[in-house]
């Protein structure tokens, strides 16, 4: 979003899959920040990955042991990023054709979120993938790609608009 909007001339066409233009309350991701600089991953881990996937998503070893894996500190600092982050006002700074996509179970970043993206981007496509939540690439990779790939091979204008 930033980099659509602070250097339009370096975006030929902008994706935001699974985002939002912000994440809630800041106070709710300090609060989130200390608890894992007090207590590890091992006490976010498992509940992260319940927002990242539905419920029917089995193989979620490979996420788990990747978010153990994660330094503290580092998921910390990203999460206090997150709460800082507001880009709502500035959504119509964005010039590029925008594919907004969104997972229709997402509960972190959820459809409203996307619609609320697309509504305001100028010749923006919102598409609500079903079936997934926050990883809708990892949960609906065919689904995710083909619509990656339909916008990022668009010609023109005509494709970006909303349907």
Not at 24 to 45: I, K, N, S, Y
Not at 128 to 157: C, I, K, T
């Amino acid at each position: 979003m930033w980099l659509g909007a602070e250097a339009p001339d370096r975006v030929d066409r902008l994706v935001l899959a699974c985002t939002s233009a912000r994440f809630g309350e800041p106070v709710t991701w300090t609060r989130r920040a200390a608890q894992v600089r007090a207590l590890g991953m091992d006490a976010v881990a498992h509940e992260a990955l319940d927002k990242w996937f539905t419920p029917s998503f089995r193989d979620r070893e490979p996420f788990l042991e990747m978010q153990l894996r994660t330094p503290p500190e580092h998921y910390a600092l990203g999460l206090e990023a997150i709460g800082g982050f507001d880009f709502r006002e500035r959504l119509g700074e964005i010039s590029a054709p925008t594919l907004v996509l969104a997972g229709a179970e997402d509960e972190a970043t959820t459809p409203a979120d996307a619609a609320f993206i697309a509504a305001r981007i100028p010749r923006a496509r919102l598409v609500v993938l079903d079936d997934a939540a926050h990883l809708a690439n990892v949960e609906r990779p065919r689904s995710f790609n083909h619509e990656l790939v339909r916008h990022l091979r668009a010609r023109g204008d005509s494709e970006s608009s909303a349907d």
